[in-house]
T-cell receptor, first 110, second 115 residues
């Protein structure tokens, strides 16, 4: 079955690192994704990781994947006020469909 | 300029009325999707549309819902007789490829409020 779970809220001080966690159920997912949703906007692709990788780094973003535990995390280094948004984790139950979690609302405080 | 334009951005309707939500992708794609997000809940898959046919649909996508590409450009979601629980944000998306990965590109969404 498809089920993606995320914590709902995260508050972080500006300049600190944010870590957003996600668990998924579909072990056949080829890719796992992180999307970002800013107020009034659609979902924007942030990054993704291929299922045979453990880690992917992209500037301030680091994705860690633990396939054994079906655990995915997104670390944002040096969090800025512009990083305040909702972050969605997504798995791929097949190559042509993404299943999303409920999203983690990240609030960056000064 | 957004890659996917959705209209209307917000629609308020009475229960039982028909609603049509529209989506226009910038470039030519074959796979299209509708997702919805009820306030505070998951982004849920509704339907995928490939080569002018429904490819996959969820259990949410019942007989009240239909999709089509009437002119090969616009991609529409019709809800025949809206219910209160249809109030949600509806997102259109298309499938592209980025560095070998299948990636969905989303529109900004259409907020539907059913009274």
């Amino acid at each position: 079955g498809e089920d993606v779970e995320q914590s709902l809220f995260l508050s972080v001080r500006e300049g600190d690192s944010s870590v957003i966690n996600c668990t998924y159920t579909d072990s056949s997912s080829t890719y796992l994704y992180w999307y970002k949703q800013e107020p009034g906007a659609g979902l924007q692709l942030l990054t993704y990781i291929f299922s045979n990788m453990d880690m992917k780094q992209d500037q301030r973003l680091t994705v860690l994947l633990n396939k054994k535990d079906k655990h995915l995390s997104l670390r944002i280094a040096d969090t800025q006020t512009g990083d305040s948004a909702i972050y969605f984790c997504a798995e791929t139950p097949n190559d042509y469909k993404l299943s999303f979690g409920a999203g983690t609302t990240v609030t960056v405080r000064a | 300029e957004p890659e996917v334009t959705q209209t209307p951005s917000h629609q308020v309707t009475q229960m039982g009325q028909e609603v049509i939500l529209r989506c226009v992708p910038i470039s030519n794609h074959l796979y299209f999707y509708w997702y919805r997000q009820i306030l505070g809940q998951k982004v849920e898959f509704l339907v995928s549309f490939y080569n002018n046919e429904i490819s996959e649909k969820s259990e949410i996508f019942d007989d009240q819902f239909s999709v089509e590409r009437p002119d090969g450009s616009n991609f529409t979601l019709k809800i025949r007789s809206t219910k209160l629980e249809d109030s949600a944000m509806y997102f259109c998306a298309f499938l592209g490829v980025s560095s070998g990965a299948n990636v969905l590109t989303f529109g900004a969404g259409s907020r539907l409020t059913v009274l």
